[in-house]
């Protein structure tokens, strides 16, 4: 017996497209680098490469933000990065002019990290952190870093050595907000400013003050030298782009150590106190 034949079944509706879902936004790695540092890593090859060559202006910070398409902020902070390095300098109303490149501690026209330094000689900058205590700012701090006196601030004692060798004692004084994310650093860190920028922390200019300090008790232990010893001391209160002071430093070095170097011309000699 023949089936009689079934009814086909109906075909399905078409479905209506879907509309296209936005891809998640990429989050953002732990660690990552930012934006800012790449950009000046970029600057920093280019001056290196010879692109701008010594004396130069770089281009001004709306030219250099649309060529790399970053932000006049990100502009910004890139170059008070390489300020730090002592690549370029500045004056109030002129575009960056290129340095030659640094090749010495020269206190009148560039600051550069403890670390950026010893690396500049050949030589491997070390640091282990004495003590970290938070307190209460005294006038003098409260003076240098431009806060209320009793203000909450951090004090932090390191030694720092060139190849193994002890050669400085640091006394610097933080502000809360810059104390905290120090406090935070392991013990043996290296360079303080190197993690501090990754923060958005930059040390682009300083107020230094060279004097000769006697060896207390501390420094005599930490450097091997004898109490009352004569020790080169630099007194430097560091100060962010937009010139809030970041760090209050006193920092005694055992002679031979290091030499400072500065340069001065008529129009912006260094101040000269002489004893009555």
Same mark, same amino acid.
């Given at each position: 017996?023949? $089936?009689? /034949?079934?009814?086909? @079944?109906?075909? /399905?509706?078409?479905?209506?497209?879907? /509309?296209?879902?936005?891809?998640?936004?990429?989050?953002?790695?732990?660690?990552?680098?930012?934006?800012?540092?790449?950009?000046?890593?970029?600057?920093?090859? #280019?001056?290196?490469?010879?692109?701008?060559?010594?004396?130069?202006?770089?281009?001004?910070?709306?030219?250099?933000?649309?060529? &790399?398409?970053?932000?006049? *902020?990100?502009?910004?902070?890139?170059?008070?990065?390489?300020?730090?390095?002592?690549?370029?300098?500045?004056?109030? =109303?002129?575009?960056?002019?290129?340095?030659?490149?640094?090749? $010495?501690?020269?206190?009148?026209?560039?600051?550069?990290?403890?670390?950026?330094?010893?690396?500049?000689?050949?030589?491997?900058?070390?640091?282990?952190?004495?003590?970290?205590?938070?307190?209460?700012?005294? @006038?003098?701090?409260?003076?240098?870093?431009?806060?209320? #006196?009793?203000?909450?601030?951090?004090?932090?004692?390191?030694?720092?050595?060139?190849?193994?060798?002890?050669?400085?004692? $640091?006394?610097?004084?933080?502000?809360?907000?810059? *104390?905290?994310?120090?406090?935070?650093? /392991?013990?043996?860190?290296?360079?303080?400013? $190197?993690?501090?920028?990754? &923060?958005?922390?930059?040390?682009?200019?300083?107020? &230094?003050?060279?004097?000769?300090?006697?060896?207390?008790?501390?420094?005599?232990?930490?450097? =091997?030298?004898?109490?009352?010893?004569?020790?080169?001391?630099?007194?430097?209160?560091?100060?962010?782009?937009? *010139?809030?002071?970041?760090?209050?430093?006193?920092?005694?070095?055992?002679?031979?150590?290091?030499?400072?170097?500065? &340069?001065?011309?008529?129009?912006?000699?260094? *101040?000269?106190?002489?004893?009555?």
């Amino acid at each position: 017996m023949n $089936e009689a /034949p079934q009814a086909a @079944a109906p075909a /399905p509706a078409p479905r209506e497209p879907r /509309p296209p879902q936005e891809a998640p936004a990429p989050r953002r790695a732990p660690g990552r680098t930012p934006l800012y540092l790449k950009l000046a890593e970029e600057l920093r090859a #280019a001056i290196t490469a010879g692109e701008y060559g010594s004396g130069a202006r770089l281009p001004a910070e709306d030219e250099l933000a649309r060529r &790399h398409a970053v932000s006049r *902020g990100t502009v910004r902070q890139a170059l008070a990065a390489l300020r730090t390095d002592g690549l370029i300098t500045s004056r109030r =109303g002129t575009r960056r002019v290129v340095l030659g490149g640094p090749a $010495e501690e020269n206190a009148a026209c560039e600051l550069r990290s403890f670390t950026r330094w010893a690396r500049s000689l050949g030589e491997e900058p070390g640091g282990r952190t004495v003590a970290v205590d938070r307190g209460a700012a005294d @006038a003098e701090e409260a003076e240098q870093l431009r806060i209320p #006196a009793g203000a909450a601030v951090y004090r932090v004692r390191r030694l720092r050595t060139l190849s193994g060798a002890p050669v400085m004692v $640091e006394r610097t004084t933080y502000p809360e907000a810059v *104390g905290v994310l120090v406090a935070a650093m /392991p013990a043996d860190t290296v360079s303080y400013s $190197e993690r501090l920028a990754r &923060h958005g922390v930059l040390f682009t200019d300083a107020h &230094h003050t060279i004097d000769i300090a006697l060896a207390d008790a501390e420094d005599a232990r930490l450097l =091997g030298c004898r109490v009352g010893e004569a020790l080169l001391r630099e007194r430097r209160r560091a100060t962010d782009p937009a *010139g809030t002071p970041v760090e209050w430093s006193q920092d005694r070095y055992l002679p031979g150590t290091v030499a400072f170097t500065a &340069h001065s011309t008529a129009a912006s000699a260094l *101040g000269r106190r002489l004893r009555p």
